[in-house]
């Protein structure tokens, strides 16, 4: 019998098409839940790096019930409780024009071109005592969007860790953001001067110890000053007016209330 025919060819390929197709589509439903569950998993293991609060031998899930999930407004610094965090998307909400605003030339130092009004915020008690407060912040590098998370004290200005969990830099330059020794030198830099000014930044080069602005100061990523500019200017930005400035200011005031 002649299986050399294109009548037999076509079958050959069109079964082996839908048999792949099928087998792709089934794990791709199936393992939807998973991915969501690993990303979620993911997320939560940043959140707790940048605080400091990931200790190995306990599980995430479990660590994070220690972690309020709080809405802000950003135009006020009030929490909101209208909006759930379930509910809550920060992609969503900062391209909707109805939840965002589009940012001027001026104040868009972090190249986001909108701003979500509302965002999630992460707190962190010791008993009754806020012991942290974990930030999201992002803003563009050389190649892309880096995001992350910032955790600063108490005092609201001591940092305690800066995890990025998602960025486009190249690895060994600009990707060096997630080096664990860069990710160090991080914690204690103080990111307001004593009249409240943003004035945290990473430097090209190393930084002089010596130098009085030495605790508001960050070694450069050598042959990566792009992406380190990326990382003052998204801080800038997220501490500043136009991000968690207004936040920060109602909690050091104590006039934080649920709405
Ligand atoms: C393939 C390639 C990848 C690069 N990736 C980065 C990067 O991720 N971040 C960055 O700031 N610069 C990157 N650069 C270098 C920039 O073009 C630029 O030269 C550098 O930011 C200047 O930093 P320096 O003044 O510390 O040398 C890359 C260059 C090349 C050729």
Known sequence: MNNDTIRKTLIVAISLCLVCSALISFSAVELRDLQEANKTLDKQTK???AAGLLVTDKDVSSLFKSIEIKIVN?????FDSSISIEDFDESSFSRNPNTSIELTSDTDIALLKRRENFQSIYLHYDNEDLNAIILPVRGYGLWGTMKGYL???SDLKTII???????KETPGLGGEIVNPRWKAIWKGKEVYSDTGDVVISVIKGSVDKGNEKAKYQVDGLSGATITSNGVTNLLSFWLGEMGYGPLIKQIRSMESVDV
């Open 47 to 49: 959140i707790l790096s």
């Open 161 to 167: 860790g800066l995890e990025f969990f998602d960025h």
């Open 151 to 153: 955790a600063l004290e």
């Open 74 to 78: 950003l135009e006020t610094g009030l």
